[in-house]
């Protein structure tokens, strides 16, 4: 992530231990993937007790963008900044493949890169990535336009609720997804899908420069 | 105040109504291992632990304590504690 | 000598076997070790052992460590060359890929412990080999797994895949290393012994890699990493005892894998080798605290004083014994500069990981331990390693079999038929189901997955470099004739990397074989490692690390020897690698060798006409040598526009495989002399690359110029796979026959890791 | 012969000595959310079958079964069979 981000826009991204109490000034917050803490007890509920994470929600509120993959998506879930939780998948196995995802709301500067509905590659790489919030929330979800991104085309890969890859809290500054669109950057990955979406949250898309 | 030493069960089973693809895979493979009659299976989790608290209801406290801040996600599962010694 | 007696005294209440526990002949031969030893033992020891003393002259004896089997061959193979700057002996080979750069790599058997618990075995497995490439100082780029299973059919093989599958990726994925590549393979002769075959390559800068040798005298040696309990004592010792039904009773020596703490043990390794503390380090493998610390003693002429009372343990009152030979997972030993001492302990506190001096380097070459206020051991330290025993084992040479003529192998009813059950049967079908679970794109810099002939990632902080991994060998041939089988090992790794456009620098063997004292397994593993020395030699890949197991053997019956090459390569520029699936409609296809011949211990012979026999397939190495730099260069030179090798089950797989990848048809003329040879036949040496329409009669006259044998057999078009009226297939036909075994197969009954 | 329903709890926990990294991690962590007196944690899993059987005693041989071929992976876990209704 830390070298995706630096493709991108060509600044190497700050770094917060998970003990630190402050964060630095920053224009976006990401939570990367990996297994945080080994993923023992549950996905991201370790991490999402992590101190630096208090800082996390504090900017949060105050309109901070915040993007979380994967372990990131999931820790915050654990730490409440994201309705819902993350189950481990369908078919029990942990699942690296590329799927396609839909936009599902392209009004928000994470996904204004996107067309609405339009269908793009992505990989995912994870085991616990089977989206479940009950149905009430899973509503509020719908009704509030907070989900960002829908597996399309079948490519479900772990049964998650309403195909949902990816929401937005109910202000639209954090976003989580567990597909990886950091690994969709440069042709050598075989596609550049992911790019927008960090150029979008970056304020870097060409539409908003001008 | 001194303190005694508590050993505690906590269960954390997921809420009704919560998918448990887990236990499924498991009624499925129980079914295909040729055991009859399982209507169903649901997986949870248990924690051993061991500590030290004043009174046994400090103890069940501090457990359930535990069990809001980070043994179970209350989003989906719930929770019980029981001490035994 | 400071006279050592074992006190009687020295009993302690707590302790479960005191290191007074008398040494009958009974104990000396469960630890593996037979008179004439126990004699050189007594003779070294100056005295009888003590029962901890015992402990650790067997670990250091036995196979896995000693190779007192092997090591006489080993040294035979070639090891150097101009890129190799670590050959055999330390923890991983070390080679140049220029720039500084090194990629530091090794495979690593983990077959028993998998077999009893296969989640965990493969998990450690994997967990292990990690370490032996980052103890160097090298970060984990890459990781690969050859896995051998009982037939299909057999009670245990599912559970064991299903098992095996998800420790690998349950350890490599939390640990963040990208699998890029392996092996799945089914056959009878390992239904009670199953290979798990774990390599991995790390990255570092020339001037930063780190080994074991200690040096300088009064220096503190510390504990790094997990903490000490009972798991895996005796596992080195197991691992090298042939399995009998009562496996069971050895249970609890399995050791649990620790991923999280792995992944800090490394963040915390490299900041501290690069912090200046570190003179020598070496991880915990196998036999734990004893063979690194004899290791790093010795290397460097120097004794080790340990007190154990300092060790971290999570287990009540472990005895002497037991701390010598866990085999405890994530744990280091380093012997560091003083001064240094309160930076690295802040280092390992941050990491949240145990950090504790337990001994220092002296001068008198001993390996003396306490415990509880007593010397539990004393010995020589040199001699613990340097006076192993080395047989010379006696060996027969393999028995040859006759070549057999095409004409002699009954042809198919029907061709089309043929090839999509080779397609869709268990060897050859696609292993989708498994590197699907294995993390194959983190870090960013995967150029080439799974399914191709080998992976290939970035070398990370440089614009064009990458480096391809293959690991390869074929067991039934190596059966058939040790020494060509172990040829072909290395000629088809050699040739995997090829087919992307990497130069091959070196490999890693892990030699799996059976009992080295019966004279016929003793005769296969000479022969292998000569083939296996032939062919590096020739293809200039030196052997610059490697692993043997031996005794895999169930009830008498040996697996199949099983060699595995574990081949690196080096893409100069990236943008003009091959691949498999990159052929385009209208290119044309060239077959670089000549027609296939050779039906023997084919997958032809085995799928369709039910046999496995005859003489392997012969490997002309100068012919290898020749078409593999033609080949390389055409990639070099961006004429391929696809390109793969031709391997298990000849052209027509070969073909085939290349049409599932890219989603095209062929249409294909070949001439042949025996249909069936021709398309099925398994000559070594043969590769197809697919030629852009344009550059067609440029690449022809080049091959005419450079000599190699080639043919112009088609060209990409439509959405069948089409050869003369033999084969007329179409191309989602096949598809979904060869995407389809494995699923099926692995949701058949009694997966019992549902419940993981 | 008329089958009747049994509600189970099966309880998996590692044997003793066999590591725990989750449960080492829960530690940690609770230790630093603030909590004290924590001496040990161990994770297990539950897992609550439903089932019929002819009797009580078909209903616990056939658990055990279930412990023994699927639920528990013996050479590392100890497991408890436990009727509730
Ligand atoms: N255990 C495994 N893990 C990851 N990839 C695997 C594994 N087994 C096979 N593969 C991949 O599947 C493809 C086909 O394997 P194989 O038939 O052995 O290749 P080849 O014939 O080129 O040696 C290769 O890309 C290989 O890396
Ligand atoms: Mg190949």
Redesign the interface.
Known sequence: MIAAISKICGVTPLLAWHTDSTLPDSDLIIIPGGFSHGDYLRSGAIAARAAVMDSVREVAEKGVRILGVCNGFQTLTEAGLLPGALMRNAGIKFVCKEVKLSIANNRNPFTQGYQLNEVIRCPVAHHDGNYFADAKTLQQIEDNEQVAFRYADGTNPNGSANDIAGIFNTKGNVLGMMPHPENLIEPAHGGIDGRRLFEGALNLLKAELA | MS?K?FNAQV?V?LKN???????K??E???G??????????????????????SSKKAAED?LA??CE???A?T??EDYAVSIST | MPGLVAPAHAKKKNMTVNNTHPITPQLIADHGINDEEYARIVELTEREPTYTELGIWSAMWNEHCSYKSSKKWLKTLPTEGPRVVYGPGENAGVVDIGDDDVVVFKMESHNHPSYIEPYQGAATGVGGILRDVFTMGARPIAAMNALRFGEPDHAKTRHLVSGVVSGVGGYGNSFGVPTVGGEVEFHPRYNGNILVNAFAAGLAKRDAIYVSKAEGVGLPVVYLGAKTGRDGVGGATMASAEFDDSIDEKRPTVQVGDPFTEKCLLEACLELMASGAVIAIQDMGAAGLTCSAVEMGARGDLGIRLNLDDVPVREDNMTAYEMMLSESQERMLMVLRPEKEGEAKAIFTKWGLDFAIVGETTDDLRFSIHHQGEEVANLPIKELGDEAPEYDRPWIEPGVHNDQEPHLFAPPHDFNVALIKMIGSPDLCSRRWVWEQYDTLIQGNSLQLPGGDAGVVRVEGHPTKGLAFSSDVTPRYVEADPFEGGKQAVAECYRNLIATGAEPLAATDNLNFGNPEKPEIMGQLVAAIRGIGEACSALNMPIVSGNVSLYNETNGEAILPTPTIGGVGLIDETDKMARIDTADEGDVLFLIGTEGTHLSQSIYQREILGEESGPAPTVDLIMEKARGEFVLAAIRSEYASACHDISDGGLAVALAEMCMASGYGMACEIDVTYPHSALFGEDQARYIVAVDDQWADMFAANSEGSGVSFARIGSVAGDRLIINDLIDISVDDMKSCHESWFPTYMAGPAVAEAAE
């Open positions: 303190n030493t269960r089973t109504g919560v998918l448990d693809p887990q236990g895979a498991i499925g493979a129980l295909s291992l040729g055991f009859e009659g399982v209507n169903q299976v649901r997986q949870g989790k248990t924690f051993d632990v061991q500590l030290e608290a501090q304590n535990m801040k980070l043994l996600n989003v989906i």
